[in-house]
C-alpha cells in the first residue's frame, strides 16, 4: 500500500525527494542608483533597501560579491527630468556612469550588470513613453527606448531589460543593438507586466509615478491570462532572449504557462509591494521573515521561474548558505 508519508519522515529523506531548490546563482539583486554625492537615502516603504550615489554605490556591490550573487538590475534616478526623458539615454546619465564604474572595477569583473530599460524615472510626467494630448504614444517613443539600450550597452550594460511595455520595442531595441555592433547583448523582456497594484513601493524608491492617470493603456489587466502569452510570444518572435513575469506572487499561473509554453528562461520579478508586505509582516512578529521568504521563492521556482529578481536576494543568499553549512 501507498503511504505518502514514508518520505517525510525526517529532514535528510525530504532533502533527497525535493523537487525544487534555491540556488544563490538564480538571484539577480535591484539596486536603485541617485545623482548626488554622499546619498544612501533609505526607501521608507522598503526596509532595507536604499538609494545610492555613485560614491556610496561599492558599499553595496561589496554585499553582492560577498553573498556570490551573480548580477544585479540597475535602475536610475536623475536629477533633472523633462518631457522626453532624455536623461535615459544620456552618455553621463546615471546608469550609464553607474555601469561604467562597476565594469572599470577589477574585483566586480564578473557581476552580471542588467540595465532597465524605460523612461518613467526620467520624464516629468513620470509615464514611460512620449506624450500627446494626454495619450502615451507608441511609435514615436520606441527610438528614445532603443537609444537608451544603445548607451547602456555601449557603456559596458551585459543585459537590457525594456520593462515600459510599448509594443514593438523588443525588435525595435534588437535590430538598434545589432546594427550597432551589439550583437552578443541579450534583451531580458518584461513581457508578461500588469498594471498592478503591487508597484506603488517601487514609485517610491525611483521617484517614478504617473503624473497624471495610470498605466493601464500598455501594461495588461490583471485578469488577463491569455493576453500575457500573446505578449510573451510576439517578444520573442521580435528577438527576446530571456522573458520576466511581474509582479510573481499573485502571476504564479502565468509563469506556469510561459513554462509549459515556450523553451527560454523565465524571470520572476518578486516587486516592491510583495516585499514591503513580507517586510511589514516580519517586523511586527506575525511572520517568520526567513521561512516565508524562502517559501516564496520556492513557490516561484515550481511555478516554472529559472530566475528570480528579488529585494530579498541578499538575505536568501545568506539563509542558502547558513542551510548548506547545517546541511
Not at 525611483?206 to 492617470?213: L, Q, V
Amino acid at each position: 500500500m501507498e503511504r505518502m508519508r514514508r518520505l517525510r519522515a525526517n529532514a535528510a529523506l525530504r532533502g533527497m525527494v525535493r523537487e525544487n531548490h534555491i540556488r544563490i546563482e538564480e538571484l539577480i539583486y535591484p539596486i536603485f542608483v541617485i545623482e548626488g554625492e554622499e546619498i544612501c537615502n533609505p526607501v521608507d516603504s522598503m526596509p532595507g533597501i536604499y538609494q545610492y550615489s555613485l560614491d556610496y554605490l561599492s558599499k553595496e556591490l561589496e554585499r553582492v560579491i560577498e553573498a556570490k550573487i551573480p548580477a544585479v538590475l540597475l535602475f536610475g534616478i536623475p536629477l533633472h527630468k523633462d518631457e522626453v526623458g532624455s536623461g535615459a539615454y544620456d552618455e553621463n546619465g546615471i546608469v550609464q556612469r553607474a555601469i561604467r564604474f562597476i565594469k572599470s572595477e577589477e574585483r566586480y569583473k564578473n557581476l552580471i550588470v542588467i540595465a532597465d530599460v524605460c523612461l518613467c524615472e526620467y520624464t516629468s510626467h513620470g509615464h514611460c513613453g512620449l506624450i500627446q494630448n494626454g495619450i502615451i504614444l507608441n511609435d514615436e517613443t520606441l527610438p528614445l527606448l532603443a537609444k537608451t539600450a544603445i548607451s547602456y550597452a555601449k557603456a559596458g550594460a551585459d543585459i537590457v531589460a525594456p520593462s515600459d511595455m510599448m509594443d514593438k520595442r523588443v525588435g525595435v531595441i534588437r535590430e538598434a543593438l545589432d546594427q550597432n555592433g551589439f550583437i552578443s547583448v541579450p534583451i531580458m523582456a518584461y513581457s508578461a507586466k500588469f498594471a498592478s497594484s503591487f508597484y506603488g513601493p517601487f514609485r517610491d524608491a525611483a521617484h517614478s509615478a504617473p503624473g497624471f492617470g495610470d498605466r493601464k493603456t500598455y501594461q495588461m489587466d490583471p485578469a488577463n491570462g491569455r493576453e500575457a502569452m500573446r505578449e510573451v510570444e510576439e517578444d520573442i518572435l521580435e528577438g527576446a532572449d530571456f522573458i520576466i513575469a511581474k509582479p510573481a506572487m499573485a502571476y504564479m499561473d502565468i509563469i506556469r504557462n510561459i513554462d509549459t509554453s515556450y523553451h527560454i528562461p523565465i524571470i520572476a520579478y518578486n516587486v516592491s509591494g510583495e516585499y514591503a508586505m513580507v517586510k511589514a509582516a516580519a517586523q511586527n512578529g506575525w511572520i517568520d521573515e526567513r521561512k516565508i521568504v524562502m517559501e516564496i521563492l520556492t513557490g516561484l521556482k515550481r511555478a516554472g521561474a529559472k530566475m528570480i529578481i528579488t529585494y530579498h536576494a541578499l538575505d536568501a543568499a545568506k539563509w542558502i548558505k547558513d542551510d548548506e553549512r547545517n546541511s
